[in-house]
C-alpha cells in the first residue's frame, strides 16, 4: 500500500511512522531536512538521517481564526523544539488556548491526517502535537 505525507515522514512496510530528522557526524547539529552540508561546521557528506523523538518544548504558538474551507476553526498552529534538537511546526491539538505557555512539554503523535486520501485512495499520514511528554 502507498502512504502519503509529507517528506519530512517515513513510513515503514508495516506502516509506522515518524519524523525524519538529519544530524552532522562531524559536529552533532541536527536539521529538519537533509543538507549537502552540515549548517554549523560546514562539513559536507556528514548529515546522517535518524528517527526524531517524540518529547519536546512549545516555542511559540499562533491561534489561527480564519482558515480554508472545511477546517475547522480556532486551531493552533505551533513550532516546536523537540529533545533532539529540531524544530518543526505542527498543530497542537487538545489544549485549551488560556493553558498554552512557552517551554510546556508537549509530545509528537503520527495520524491519518483525518482519513484524508491523495486522488489515487492512499491515505496521508500527518502529525500534530499534544500536552505532555512521550512517555506520559
Same mark, same amino acid.
Given at each position: ?69 472545511? &477546517? ?15 524544530? &518543526? ?48
Amino acid at each position: 500500500m502507498q502512504i502519503s505525507g509529507r517528506s519530512n515522514i517515513a513510513v515503514a512496510e508495516n506502516g509506522d511512522a515518524w519524523v525524519r530528522a538529519f544530524r552532522c557526524s562531524a559536529c552533532g547539529t541536527a536539521a529538519e531536512v537533509p543538507t549537502i552540508a552540515c549548517r554549523k561546521c560546514h562539513a559536507r557528506g556528514t548529515m546522517e538521517e535518524f528517527r526524531a523523538g517524540e518529547s519536546g518544548k512549545l516555542v511559540t504558538w499562533s491561534i489561527v481564526h480564519r482558515s480554508f474551507p472545511g &477546517i475547522e476553526v480556532p486551531f493552533v498552529s505551533a513550532i516546536v523544539r523537540l529533545d533532539d534538537g529540531i524544530s &518543526i511546526k505542527g498543530n497542537l491539538k487538545g489544549v485549551a488556548h488560556e493553558d498554552l505557555r512557552a517551554d510546556m512539554p508537549v509530545r509528537l503523535v503520527m495520524n491519518d491526517a483525518g482519513g484524508a486520501k491523495d486522488k489515487d485512495g492512499n491515505p496521508y499520514v500527518a502529525y500534530h502535537f499534544t500536552a505532555g511528554t512521550a512517555d506520559a
